[in-house]
């Protein structure tokens, strides 16, 4: 089953705006990280918070993660157009594995 | 060099050809990905090679046979496709050691591939 669940599964902003997504999960968890994918390409990493972290921040990016209710919130400030993409969440699965497992993403598009 | 690249980027292939797409990396990192994505979908996860050995398989059918020959390649034969295997086909690497999973993911560009 999947084990990390995005909403909103898409999201319109004009550019300058904010956007919030965020992705609820399931089991116990190592690290919970965010990618971005534009369309038809492979995937970007963004950044990876460890399950002892409760913020991070990269850039225009704040990711915040607790534990507790087993959600992650990725942040975009002062959006722009170029951050067009699909955002996805992936958790390790706790358990010693490498296999990280991608939530169903969040379709972010940002209108100049 | 942090890129992971692949070839071919587009493969139209028959339900009877045999195929191999390629992935290669310089980056030092000795687990490598196989994902599969369907439009609109998340990656899946195919399979994971670890210091050159197939570490995990998730049920993917024999007519996908993955391959490390060393530590910067990877390729995925492909054999008696169907149309619904046709999706993009990512690659990843990632660092390996210490606490699993805790190392991001670098993908490539993605083969699209279609099956007629």
């Known amino acids: 089953s999947q084990q990390g669940e995005e909403d909103p599964q898409a999201l319109s902003i004009q550019e300058g705006e904010n956007a919030t997504m965020n992705c609820s999960y399931k089991?116990?968890?190592?690290?919970l990280q965010w990618y971005r994918q534009n369309s038809g390409r492979g995937l970007v990493h963004l950044i990876l918070?460890?399950?002892?972290?409760r913020e991070k921040h990269s850039g225009r990016l704040r990711v915040t993660l607790d534990t507790s209710k087993k959600s992650s919130s990725l942040l975009i400030t002062a959006s722009r157009a170029a951050d067009t993409a699909s955002y996805f969440c992936?958790?390790?699965?706790?358990?010693?594995?490498?296999?990280?497992?991608f939530g169903k993403g969040t379709k972010l598009s940002v209108i100049p | 060099d942090t890129e992971v690249t692949q070839t071919p980027k587009h493969l139209v292939m028959g339900m009877t050809n045999k195929k191999s797409l390629k992935c290669e990396q310089h980056?030092?990192?000795?687990?490598m990905y196989w994902y599969k994505q369907k439009a609109k979908k998340p990656p899946e996860l195919m399979f994971v090679y670890s210091y050159e050995k197939l570490s995990i398989n998730e049920s993917v059918p024999s007519r996908f046979s993955p391959e490390c020959p060393n530590s910067s390649l990877l390729n995925l034969h492909l054999h008696a496709l169907q149309p619904e295997d046709s999706a993009l086909y990512l690659c990843?690497?990632?660092?390996?050691?210490?606490?699993?999973?805790?190392?991001?993911?670098?993908f490539g560009p993605g083969t699209r591939l279609t099956v007629t």
């Open positions: 918070i460890r399950s002892n972290e």
């Open positions: 089991t116990s968890i190592n690290n």
């Open positions: 992936a958790t390790d699965s706790g358990a010693g594995s490498y296999q990280l497992t």
């Open positions: 980056m030092g990192h000795r687990a």
């Open positions: 990843a690497s990632s660092h390996q050691g210490g606490l699993p999973a805790s190392y991001e993911q670098y």
